[in-house]
Structures are given as structure tokens and as C-alpha cells.
């Protein structure tokens, strides 16, 4: 799976998964908001990156297609520290049209995200 330029700006690395890849992004002075923090930006990017590929990796089982985003709202829980940040996507629902998408982030615990996303697509089969 290639990653959109993007993603590699942000220097995200991407660790396969059953269902869906995990992506992480590390801490790095090009992701930095204000002092010993994550920017926003850099992680609603995360967010939606780890959205795309698991939709992706979603309609590849399906026989493959393209989409185009409709809307994404992302929920900051917690500030992000000066440590690696891991996301991952789920689909929540693959219609003929539309995919939902939901997208946590974390650090140390999956059950403790510091932010969460949900995404929509078009898809053009």
C-alpha cells in the first residue's frame, strides 16, 4: 500500500493489520504546535490518513474503488506529547455510495485515544 504525499510529509509509517493498518507517526520539530505538543493539524491528518487506508484496504476486499471525502469532524481529547502517536480506521459501514469511517489516535493505550475522527466518503465504484 503506498501512502499519499501527505502522509509521507508527515512521516507516518504504516504497520499492517488484519482489518485495517495501523499508522505512526513520530514526534518530530515538522509536527510541532506549541512547546512539547502535538499540533492539531498533524494529528487530525493522522486521523484522516488512517481513515483513507482502512477504507482502502476495506474496498479491496471488495473488489477495489475509489472515493472522495464528503466530511470529516475530529474530537481532540487530550494533548499529544513528544512520543510516537499510533492510529488506526475502522469502517463502520461500506455502502454501494457511502463509507463511514471511524479513526481513533493514541500514544501509550489504545483505551485512552487523545483524539477521534469520523469520516464519510463517496465511493465511486
Known amino acids: 500500500m503506498s501512502i499519499p504525499p501527505y502522509a509521507a510529509l508527515l512521516g507516518l509509517r504504516i504497520e499492517p493489520g488484519e482489518t485495517a493498518p495501523t499508522l505512526v507517526m513520530p514526534f518530530a520539530m515538522d509536527v510541532v504546535g506549541r512547546p512539547g505538543f502535538l499540533h492539531g493539524g498533524a494529528i487530525g491528518g493522522l486521523l484522516e490518513m488512517a481513515a483513507i ?3 482502502d484496504q476495506a474496498l479491496d476486499r471488495e473488489g477495489g ?3 472522495k471525502p464528503i466530511g470529516i469532524t475530529v474530537d ?4 499529544g506529547r513528544d512520543k510516537p502517536t499510533h492510529a488506526r480506521g475502522t469502517v463502520t459501514r461500506l455502502g454501494k ?4 469511517v471511524e ?3 493514541w500514544q501509550d493505550d489504545a483505551g485512552q485515544p487523545i483524539a477521534k475522527a469520523r469520516t464519510n466518503y463517496l465511493i465511486l465504484r
Not at 481532540?76 to 494533548?79: A, L, P
Open 76 to 79: 481532540y481529547m487530550r494533548g
Open 53 to 55: 487506508t482502512a477504507l
Open 103 to 105: 479513526a481513533i489516535a
Open 97 to 100: 455510495r457511502i463509507a463511514n
Open 65 to 67: 474503488g475509489r472515493f
